[in-house]
């Protein structure tokens, strides 16, 4: 089964989406759903999807879940819970005994978006961590560079959990990498309980000016620190049209995983995600 892990379903005119307000944002701020993102997995030879977060709503949490139990090409859901929520508990148990209740394989939260680095670290948060992973549910990274120590740090604290980092943490490519980057990413694959997605990466390209051989450096460098067992590949539609189609992003990254030989390429498009997120699928 090849798996897209990394996709989003959005409406504007229905939610509100604060990172959506910059200018530049204006191609991608429109609905997009699952009746937009089949023709395109077809397309592209991909089996399944893996829907991700986009709000801090508990509201969309719950639509995710009701679009995976209509959309059997939706295999898991990684949605938003509020961490500090003393009922935190109560709430997972009635999202994962809901209609499509079983797909949900994760929970995500905008780390990157808060103004302490170290927000990962607060106990409040942590409890809620133990939560999560009580429910043998993954936790996604959404982190940059500012805040790998803390996610470093937090990965760490639970040996047993499962993460996922999203985007590489997404790498300054436009600015042609950092040595921050590449010894905290480094640091982060020591913990041998995350792995690492291949995605969102053209979007920190320039976005009218990349190829794979921009690309390749940054992929090339997370393979060798994470190793072939723990590479996902996601394409973050529809956040990617801003740089290019689908296809053209699904076709860069796997010639960039190409590159490292074909048991790397298999595994990221679909044998890691299932390890990852523990998908009961073929």
Request: hydrophobic content about 45%; overall charge negative; glycine content about 8%.
């Amino acid at each position: 089964m090849v798996i897209d892990s990394h996709q989003h379903f959005w409406d504007p005119a229905r939610a509100d989406y604060p990172w959506m307000d910059a200018p530049e944002l204006t191609p991608i701020r429109r609905a997009f759903g699952p009746a937009d993102l089949a023709p395109l997995l077809k397309a592209n030879g991909i089996d399944a999807s893996i829907v991700v977060q986009c709000r801090s709503a508990l509201e969309e949490t719950w639509e995710f879940l009701r679009i995976a139990h209509a959309t059997p090409s939706v295999i898991g859901v990684v949605g938003w819970a509020d961490l500090t929520d003393g009922t935190l508990g109560d709430t997972l148990d009635r999202l994962c005994a809901s209609p499509g209740g079983d797909k949900l394989v994760g929970i995500r939260h905008q780390v990157h978006d808060e103004a302490d680095p170290d927000w990962l670290l607060r106990e409040d948060v942590q409890r809620g961590l133990a939560v999560v992973f009580a429910r043998d549910l993954t936790y996604d990274l959404l982190v940059r560079t500012r805040e790998l120590p803390a996610a470093i740090a937090i990965a760490q604290a639970f040996p047993q959990a499962r993460f996922v980092l999203d985007h590489a943490a997404k790498p300054p490519i436009a600015d042609g990498g950092s040595a921050e980057w590449s010894d905290r990413i480094a640091a982060l694959a020591a913990c041998d309980n995350v792995w690492c997605k291949i995605s969102g990466l053209a979007t920190e390209a320039k976005w009218d000016d990349w190829d794979v051989e921009r690309l390749s450096p940054f992929v090339e460098y997370a393979a060798k620190c994470f190793g072939e067992d723990r590479l996902i590949f996601g394409s973050d539609w529809p956040v990617c049209l801003l740089a290019g189609s689908y296809g053209e992003i699904k076709d860069a990254l796997e010639a960039c995983l190409a590159k490292l030989g074909a048991g790397v390429r298999e595994k990221a498009f679909g044998v890691n995600a299932k390890a990852a997120y523990r998908l009961a699928v073929g």
